[in-house]
């Protein structure tokens, strides 16, 4: 109910409570001011608080005086959200009074948490009785908007005031219609919560208080900081929960009902982060909250919380020795309890220590427990094998290892005799890690010597030995250790690199991969290039119809090409050419990197020739990256002269290439508009002053392809839900008039200038990706969570979800999921869900091409027409329309050829110009395999519209007609 019915005078609630309070002399100390009823009940649950069961008493009994309590607490928490505002006094009656949390809370039953559960623990919906609000204060109102699709029309009638699938509501205006829906919505006094259904979560007061609290925040009774999160000052009822915590008196079941309350509306506590981090991070560390030495679905929650909060507010646990401790002994407690012997909890334990290392790793630098890591190494208990390795792995992916500090070779010992280890798994995991302390160590030479001697005697012992086992296992653990020290390859790669022709599958990828990261030793006798890589066999893998062998293979070649003669570089780019072609768009990318580069270098003109040809394949490719590179390449100005006419000549003569005439007509007109964009009069308005005293307001236009038949698709005289929020993007993004949309497919006949505008450039090595992935457990790439807490001063608190990477708050693993029934029933459901998605996105990717366009420029309109528009706003689509249309492109080319060469002519006077035109246009005709009526279309054209000292041979147009 309202404050005005149940705290004040004139209300007949509180009157006709006040006449019983004084018949029954209940209250005799009302004053009459209407604040009786509410008064005598704050005082009665206040007196009911003070009631104890006598010791010895019977278990029923304490149940039942335990429900008593909560009912009166949660009354107390109705009756004080109902009559105040004031969180001072919602400290007072709610939170202050400590005695409280053990009344309510079975203190002698054992809370267990258990990482592995033997069901899911439904989310209960629980009835919370606080007063609200339907429409909070702090959100904008919901009004019924006028219809924008009709304004333009004849039937330009309002229809927003009318809603032709509700008769209620029929003739009202928008403010009636609206304040009828509030009216309704206000009605609701009590709302639901859900939680999850542990012991904790379905508390009977555990709602009450996650709805007290969330009440506070959204009422705004306390200042809430938005910066400087580490000086933030908490409100008095978060200082009350936070003495509960840290009071070693109070029982562990209290403090963890405060950190299940805390848990349930994490975002209230975010901006006060500083205050909560190092308390909980000390009951964790203590092993307290556990009740045993485990990791817990509980204390994993309250990690990712933790973190969640250093992330969004970049507070850490660094302030002081006491602070930094606090974290050091939660790493400790993770490491000790890092295992599990289901694969699936390991894995999040250890993204959870990655986590941990990664975020606060100011406070944790050099304070790692090396005791605990040699112990988890040299462990021989079954299972237990790998998770040292692992978590050495993370404490190096992080570089919280000094190398100096690194002085016994034990550790590392250890970690070696895992190669041993029979389980793939485990070795491969110390294969990677071995590479990683190589790494780490090579500017030690003490140390890093004697690693890698006994590394290597482990390797020559594998791969001298006569077992096929140990062959495999050989190039697995070679292969694992280059990923983070490629030089080891370099003194094993003769025992694999001349019998990759035996090899299939993964391993052949990873021997490829093994190759490409010592290319540099066989740059060191160029001479014997060509038989090496003929031994290896490099051209067959650059046919052979897998792409990730491809990728490898081109990246190979990529690095070696530099040094072959002209007669290898020409033979290995007879054998790609055909790859410009392939379906894998980073193939394609690889190989346009690769011809390019050839066409810069060489001066053979084969070579140069071939490279022009697979480098006009890729104006026209279906990639626009791929189009847009290739087409950046071919104006940069290292290739074609800035002047005009010079720009014109280098198009039709070293550009000119007989077989794809038809894509040279296209990239003509793009070509010489590009030399324009670095001129000082490109972005020149093209008139200075509007036609008028106008104002211009900016057009919006809709190009998303999803608007494309909005106008059709939808009902024109009902209120639908889409109805409503297209209405609301209309008035969003134009407020004063109609809508544009862009120019879609199906009403041209040419393709729509979508794509990047952006070139991304012929990168071959951001295309290659690992074949095999890692085997570590957790992601080594640095997540974007560290990097955030820098910028975390303009982040939204609220919007901000509780996840740091693959780690997510709330997440349970249970008993059902390791059997085998169940794996194939989640692994079929994600098979067809992943079936949907993927057709489900080839639809909407086609859509997007057909639908969607990209503007070249912004539209303002006024009540006059906008002329203060640039010479970019003209040639840049102009440019972009040649790209996907030949017959405008034609008709451009024709236009920019003859104004270029008549101009050049008034201005020079040389009578030289034309003979340098004919011999351009005479070579053309010869050269032409009248592949492309567009192309032969403009040369005629423009030959009959130049002067008459042009003279084209009469035999060569004969000759070129006779091969169409």
Excluded at 15 to 39: C, H, W, Y
Excluded at 129 to 145: E, G, L, V, W
């Amino acid at each position: 109910m309202d404050q005005a019915q149940v705290h004040s005078k004139g209300s007949e609630l509180t009157t006709l409570a006040a006449d019983v309070l004084r018949i029954s002399n209940l209250f005799p100390q009302g004053k009459g001011d209407g604040k009786e009823m509410s008064s005598f009940l704050v005082k009665s649950i206040t007196e009911s608080r003070k009631e104890t069961f006598q010791e010895g008493c019977s278990e029923d009994f304490k149940n039942l005086f335990r429900t008593f309590h909560c009912s009166i607490q949660n009354c107390m928490i109705s009756v004080i959200s109902c009559i105040q505002n004031i969180e001072k006094l919602y400290n007072h009656f709610i939170f202050k009074d400590g005695s409280i949390w053990a009344t309510i809370i079975d203190t002698e039953k054992e809370i267990k948490f258990e990482m592995e559960q033997e069901q899911l623990k439904t989310r209960r919906r629980q009835l919370v009785t606080i007063r609200q609000n339907a429409q909070d204060s702090t959100m904008p109102a919901t009004n019924y908007i006028q219809s924008h699709y009709l304004s333009d029309s004849s039937l330009s009638q309002d229809i927003g005031h009318y809603d032709f699938t509700s008769s209620l509501n029929e003739g009202l205006s928008d403010t009636a219609i609206t304040a009828r829906v509030n009216e309704q919505l206000s009605s609701v006094a009590c709302h639901f919560l859900e939680l999850e259904g542990d012991e904790l979560g379905s508390h009977p007061c555990m709602a009450q208080f996650v709805a007290v609290v969330k009440h506070m925040e959204s009422k705004q009774m306390y200042p809430v900081p938005t910066g400087s999160f580490s000086e933030a000052d908490p409100p008095l009822w978060m200082k009350s929960i936070l003495g509960v915590l840290q009071c070693d008196e109070n029982h562990r079941n209290v403090k963890l009902f405060i950190l299940k309350l805390i848990l349930s509306c994490p975002e209230v506590f975010t901006p006060f982060s500083k205050t909560f981090l190092v308390p909980i991070l000390t009951l964790i560390g203590s092993g307290s909250l556990t009740g045993s030495e485990v990791i817990n679905y509980f204390v994993s929650d309250l990690l990712i919380m933790l973190l969640s909060w250093s992330t969004q507010t970049g507070v850490i646990p660094d302030g002081s020795e006491m602070e930094k401790m606090s974290a050091v002994r939660v790493l400790s407690f993770l490491m000790r309890n890092i295992h599990h012997d289901r694969r699936d909890i390991l894995r999040h334990n250890l993204e959870l220590l990655r986590s941990v290392l990664e975020i606060w790793k100011p406070c944790m630098v050099n304070r790692v427990d090396m005791d605990i890591l040699e112990r988890l190494l040299s462990s021989s208990q079954q299972g237990e094998e790998g998770s040292g390795v692992q978590v050495l792995a993370a404490l190096l992916v992080n570089e919280m290892i000094d190398p100096e500090k690194l002085t016994d070779q034990k550790l590392a010992l250890s970690l070696i005799s895992r190669v041993d280890n029979k389980y793939r798994k485990v070795f491969q995991a110390a294969a990677e890690t071995c590479g990683m302390l190589l790494k780490l160590m090579r500017n030690k030479p003490s140390f890093f010597d004697g690693l890698k001697s006994n590394i290597w005697r482990k390797l020559e012992k594998l791969n001298n030995s006569k077992s096929a086992d140990d062959k495999n296992r050989f190039l697995e653990v070679l292969y694992f250790m280059h990923r983070h020290y490629p030089e080891c390859v370099k003194d094993f790669s003769q025992g694999f690199q001349y019998t990759l022709k035996f090899k299939t599958g993964i391993q052949l990828s990873q021997c490829l991969e093994m190759l490409l990261a010592t290319t540099e030793s066989y740059l060191e006798y160029p001479e014997n290039l060509r038989s090496e890589l003929k031994m290896i066999g490099l051209q067959s893998y650059l046919i052979k119809n897998n792409s990730t062998d491809q990728k490898i293979a081109l990246q190979i070649l990529d690095n070696v090409i530099g040094s072959m003669d002209s007669a290898l570089v020409k033979e290995y780019l007879d054998v790609i050419k055909d790859l410009a072609y392939h379906s894998d768009s980073e193939i394609r990318k690889i190989v346009m990197g690769l011809f390019s580069k050839q066409y810069t270098s060489t001066e053979d003109v084969n070579i140069k020739k071939m490279s022009l040809s697979c480098l006009m394949t890729g104006l026209s490719d279906k990639d626009s990256s791929i189009q847009q590179s290739t087409i950046e390449f071919l104006t940069s100005s290292d290739l074609l002269p800035r002047d005009s006419f010079d720009h014109i000549k280098t198009l039709l003569t070293n550009l000119h290439h007989p077989d794809h005439e038809n894509t040279l007509v296209s990239h003509f007109p793009v070509s010489l508009l590009s030399t324009c964009v670095k001129t000082p009069g490109y972005t020149k308005k093209i008139f200075s002053d509007p036609l008028d005293q106008c104002k211009f307001q900016e057009q919006i236009v809709n190009t998303s392809w999803r608007q494309q038949h909005v106008s059709t698709m939808l009902p024109m005289f009902a209120d639908t839900l889409a109805s409503q929020t297209m209405a609301t993007m209309a008035s969003q993004s134009s407020q004063t008039s109609g809508m544009l949309r862009a120019t879609q497919l199906s009403t041209m006949e040419f393709a729509p200038t979508q794509g990047s505008s952006v070139a991304i450039g012929f990168d071959s090595t951001s295309s290659l990706s690992q074949h095999s992935g890692s085997s570590l457990l957790f992601s080594s790439k640095p997540s974007n969570a560290s990097s955030s807490i820098n910028d975390s001063q303009s982040q939204d608190l609220k919007s901000s979800s509780l996840e740091i990477g693959s780690l997510k708050l709330g997440k349970r693993f249970f008993k059902a999921q390791k059997e085998s029934e169940y794996q194939t029933q989640v692994f079929s459901r994600i098979a067809a869900r992943d079936k949907v998605k993927a057709k489900k996105l080839e639809k909407e990717k086609l859509a997007t091409m057909e639908g969607s366009v990209k503007l070249t420029r912004q539209y303002r309109v006024g009540d006059l027409p906008d002329i203060q528009i640039s010479y970019s706003d003209l040639v840049a689509p102009i440019s972009k329309l040649c790209q996907h249309n030949k017959e405008f492109a034609e008709v451009v080319m024709i236009m920019l050829t003859n104004s270029v060469i008549l101009e050049t002519q008034e201005l020079l006077q040389d009578g030289t110009l034309m003979e340098t035109v004919n011999e351009m246009f005479s070579n053309i005709l010869r050269n032409s395999k009248a592949a492309s009526k567009n192309f032969l279309s403009a040369i005629f054209s423009i030959i009959l519209s130049l002067p008459e000292e042009v003279k084209v041979e009469s035999d060569q147009i004969v000759s070129l007609c006779e091969k169409v």
